[in-house]
């Protein structure tokens, strides 16, 4: 998806999106005009009429873009390969103003696969932000859920937003750091 900044777009459709950061859901109406800023983990980030908003990879038709794909699992996959996708899946969440994924910003501390009697899968999540205040925490709680939940053999992803320990910067990968200009 990397090469789409900055490239100009007219929405052909209304397209759901949130305001950055406020997290504020709203409609953006066809034949506006702007500009991609970022296209990361299957989201688009607009600037559209001096704002921000953030629209999803399911809605990306609606910028001339190609949908995203569901995430496949191996026939018997077992309750670490479940682990395993979830985790990739999570680093395909991004926070809309930091071009960098959750996982390796650190945000999350935890995912767990309970195997389910009926034979799904259950994930349990738990994850934080970088600022206690952050407007776009649910966003990014339902984007980890919704792109959890794709996953074959998952009913249900409980995504729990703590806030202890306090996120810092030491929790960002090595690659974060370099990539944000944090490690010298």
Do not use: H
Not at 126 to 142: D, F, H, I, K, N
Not at 155 to 172: G, N, T
Request: with cysteine; aromatic share 6%; net charge negative.
């Amino acid at each position: 998806m990397a090469g789409y900044e900055n490239e100009p777009v007219i929405l052909s459709r209304d397209v759901d999106a949130v305001i950055v950061p406020a997290g504020t859901t709203l409609t953006l109406k066809a034949g506006l005009a702007g500009y991609i800023t970022q296209a990361l983990g299957g989201s688009f980030t607009l600037y559209i009429e001096g704002n921000l908003y953030r629209i999803p990879g399911e809605q990306a038709d609606a910028i001339g873009k190609e949908p995203i794909r569901a995430p496949e699992l191996p026939p018997g996959a077992t309750e670490e390969d479940v682990r395993e996708l979830a985790w990739a899946q999570m680093r395909q969440c991004y926070d809309p103003e930091i071009p960098v994924n959750i996982v390796d910003l650190g945000l999350v501390y935890g995912c767990a696969v309970t195997p389910e009697p009926d034979g799904t899968r259950k994930l349990s999540v738990s994850m934080t932000l970088t600022a206690p205040g952050c407007g776009m925490g649910e966003v990014l709680v339902r984007d980890v859920r919704e792109k959890l939940e794709l996953i074959p053999t998952v009913s249900k992803a409980d995504v729990q937003l703590v806030f202890d320990p306090p996120w810092s910067q030491a929790m960002m990968s090595d690659a974060a750091k370099l990539q944000t200009g944090m490690m010298w």
